[in-house]
């Protein structure tokens, strides 16, 4: 394939040396792009992946002057295989790993209690937030915000009490050998960081670059002075800033390109793109492929189901499932099987250590929070689906999902499917329009505002499809008074 104007000028601008942003759309070939740019010189380079999938394809595309790996694998080269006796622990409930740090009591805040089980939970989610950042200390904005604690008061309260037991967490980390604290794959990515790692390379590519957690940002951009630095992504499509990744591409000090020509799907689809794109206020606009004939409309035998959340996925999986097709869930099974474990320890009168559902006692308080309190409204599709179908039903369907390779049909929701793609795309109807905005003056209410958010989310669903896209569940876009402007 012969590349296009955009990936010319991309190579050119990579051969003068200077640093480079790449933001490249749904489809536009930007690892084709990257090899496109690796091949013009004898350089030796780095190309850090989004995960190991994409890092071992990236190796069959890239000459062997480029070492593909992730993030991680560099980490673990460095530092991380000297805990490899830890990487192998088995599982600890969260407060015995609390008690082994000296978190034995509870603790009340405000009209809250908060028994030893949750404080230890909220300690090792704080180790985790810490991890996930540049920084190199332990303060208030890494302990997590507590439903029923939200005010600054009641927060300021909590972190003082904790980060004494979360700064004892990371101290057990760095032992070698045992520690109280399950050691994960994060703390030696998190260790490595905080050694500022020179990486051995002429120039570095960054994949992904808008859904970059801020601990790789630190290393990657800590290069600059002995290697060319170029980042390629998509911020339409940076979607996880609610686990704190980080579109590190908008502010990045160097030229800035486009790709645009998506070979993935056709001209009709990519009008679609770009209506989510105008809402998500981006400046980027996609062309699709003339000879791609891309359609809108119904999906009756759809290669892909993808849903705005887990439980929409599961409410797919069951009705997919009691209509006799073979299933597959995108990602697996894990979220939902432990929002089922949940439920059914909640039903059963017994705490649970979700850190969803960590406030509520019983099922019953679930249920009057999903159903009365305007925070718990995410909520109520999945006590609606637990209270029609039981914990054990939901446990049987993620036990009964296939491969991919055997199903006649993958369930996953948006997140889980961005980077892929499948010929026939069907979205699912827990993607709701938004709701008018209460203005609380007695006046008529405003009208609904896509948040740029959902509009983002939307895209990515949407552009998952070369053949077939049935728009389902956001199909109300038509009838928006947003898409009209």
């Given at each position: 394939m012969n590349p296009t104007d955009e990936q010319i000028a991309a190579a050119d601008t990579f051969r003068a040396g200077g640093h480079l942003a790449l933001q490249a759309g749904a489809g536009t070939g930007k690892t084709t792009t990257l090899a496109l740019l690796a091949q013009t010189t004898k350089?030796?380079?780095?190309?850090?992946?989004?995960?190991?999938?994409?890092?071992?394809?990236?190796?069959?595309?890239?000459?062997?002057?480029?070492?593909?790996?992730?993030?991680?694998?560099?980490?673990?080269?460095?530092?991380?295989h000297r805990y490899t006796r830890r990487l192998g622990a088995p599982r600890r409930p969260a407060w015995q790993t609390g008690h082994a740090l000296g978190l034995a009591k509870p603790l009340r805040i405000g009209d809250r209690e908060l028994t030893q089980k949750t404080l230890a939970n909220a300690t090792l989610r704080t180790v985790s937030r810490f991890c996930h950042t540049a920084d190199r200390t332990f303060t208030c904005h890494h302990v997590p915000r507590l439903r029923g604690l939200e005010a600054q008061a009641h927060h300021a309260e909590l972190?003082?009490?904790?980060?004494?037991?979360?700064?004892?967490?990371?101290?057990?980390?760095?032992?070698?050998?045992?520690?109280a604290v399950?050691?994960?794959?994060?703390?030696?990515?998190?260790?490595?960081?905080?050694?500022?790692?020179?990486?051995?390379?002429?120039?570095?590519?960054?994949?992904?670059?808008?859904?970059?957690?801020?601990?790789?940002?630190?290393?990657?951009?800590a290069q600059r002075d002995h290697a060319q630095l170029v980042m390629v992504g998509?911020?339409?499509?940076?979607?996880?800033?609610?686990?704190?990744?980080?579109?590190?591409?908008?502010?990045?000090?160097?030229?800035?390109?486009t790709l645009s020509q998506s070979f993935r799907f056709g001209p009709r689809l990519a009008e679609e793109a770009n209506r989510w794109l105008g809402l998500a206020d981006a400046p980027l606009r996609l062309r699709g492929?003339?000879?791609?004939?891309?359609?809108?409309?119904?999906?009756l035998r759809p290669d892909a189901v993808l849903c705005r959340t887990n439980v929409g996925a599961m409410?797919?999986?069951?009705?997919?499932?009691?209509?006799?097709?073979?299933?597959?869930l995108g990602g697996g099974g894990q979220s939902l099987q432990s929002l089922a474990l949940a439920a059914r320890d909640l039903k059963e009168g017994r705490r649970t250590h979700h850190p969803e559902l960590l406030l509520f006692t019983t099922w019953a308080d679930l249920q009057d929070y999903a159903a009365y309190d305007p925070s718990g409204r995410d909520l109520q599709p999945f006590v609606d689906?637990?209270?029609?179908?039981?914990?054990?039903?939901?446990?049987?369907?993620?036990?009964?999902?296939v491969s991919e390779e055997s199903a006649e049909v993958t369930v996953s929701t948006a997140h889980k499917a961005k980077g892929r793609e499948w010929a026939a795309v069907k979205i699912a109807g827990d993607f709701a329009p938004p709701s008018p905005v209460e203005t609380g003056d007695g006046k008529p209410a405003r009208e609904p505002v896509v948040d740029d958010g959902e509009a983002r989310l939307a895209y990515v669903a949407v552009t998952r499809t070369r053949t077939l896209l049935d728009l389902g569940g956001l199909a109300w876009i038509d009838n928006h008074p947003q898409e009209d402007n």
């Amino acid at each position: 394939m012969n590349p296009t104007d955009e990936q010319i000028a991309a190579a050119d601008t990579f051969r003068a040396g200077g640093h480079l942003a790449l933001q490249a759309g749904a489809g536009t070939g930007k690892t084709t792009t990257l090899a496109l740019l690796a091949q013009t010189t004898k350089r030796r380079g780095r190309y850090l992946a989004y995960n190991r999938a994409i890092a071992t394809d990236a190796r069959t595309r890239f000459p062997t002057t480029v070492a593909c790996k992730t993030a991680h694998a560099l980490a673990y080269a460095a530092v991380g295989h000297r805990y490899t006796r830890r990487l192998g622990a088995p599982r600890r409930p969260a407060w015995q790993t609390g008690h082994a740090l000296g978190l034995a009591k509870p603790l009340r805040i405000g009209d809250r209690e908060l028994t030893q089980k949750t404080l230890a939970n909220a300690t090792l989610r704080t180790v985790s937030r810490f991890c996930h950042t540049a920084d190199r200390t332990f303060t208030c904005h890494h302990v997590p915000r507590l439903r029923g604690l939200e005010a600054q008061a009641h927060h300021a309260e909590l972190a003082h009490h904790l980060l004494p037991f979360a700064r004892e967490a990371w101290t057990d980390l760095q032992h070698f050998d045992d520690g109280a604290v399950r050691f994960d794959h994060d703390h030696y990515l998190k260790i490595w960081a905080l050694t500022q790692p020179c990486i051995e390379a002429d120039f570095l590519f960054l994949d992904e670059a808008q859904d970059t957690n801020p601990v790789v940002e630190q290393v990657f951009l800590a290069q600059r002075d002995h290697a060319q630095l170029v980042m390629v992504g998509d911020s339409a499509q940076a979607i996880y800033h609610w686990r704190g990744a980080k579109d590190v591409m908008t502010g990045f000090d160097g030229t800035h390109l486009t790709l645009s020509q998506s070979f993935r799907f056709g001209p009709r689809l990519a009008e679609e793109a770009n209506r989510w794109l105008g809402l998500a206020d981006a400046p980027l606009r996609l062309r699709g492929t003339d000879a791609i004939p891309t359609e809108l409309g119904p999906a009756l035998r759809p290669d892909a189901v993808l849903c705005r959340t887990n439980v929409g996925a599961m409410a797919q999986v069951m009705q997919l499932m009691a209509a006799g097709c073979r299933v597959a869930l995108g990602g697996g099974g894990q979220s939902l099987q432990s929002l089922a474990l949940a439920a059914r320890d909640l039903k059963e009168g017994r705490r649970t250590h979700h850190p969803e559902l960590l406030l509520f006692t019983t099922w019953a308080d679930l249920q009057d929070y999903a159903a009365y309190d305007p925070s718990g409204r995410d909520l109520q599709p999945f006590v609606d689906l637990v209270d029609t179908h039981g914990p054990d039903a939901i446990l049987t369907s993620v036990a009964r999902q296939v491969s991919e390779e055997s199903a006649e049909v993958t369930v996953s929701t948006a997140h889980k499917a961005k980077g892929r793609e499948w010929a026939a795309v069907k979205i699912a109807g827990d993607f709701a329009p938004p709701s008018p905005v209460e203005t609380g003056d007695g006046k008529p209410a405003r009208e609904p505002v896509v948040d740029d958010g959902e509009a983002r989310l939307a895209y990515v669903a949407v552009t998952r499809t070369r053949t077939l896209l049935d728009l389902g569940g956001l199909a109300w876009i038509d009838n928006h008074p947003q898409e009209d402007n």
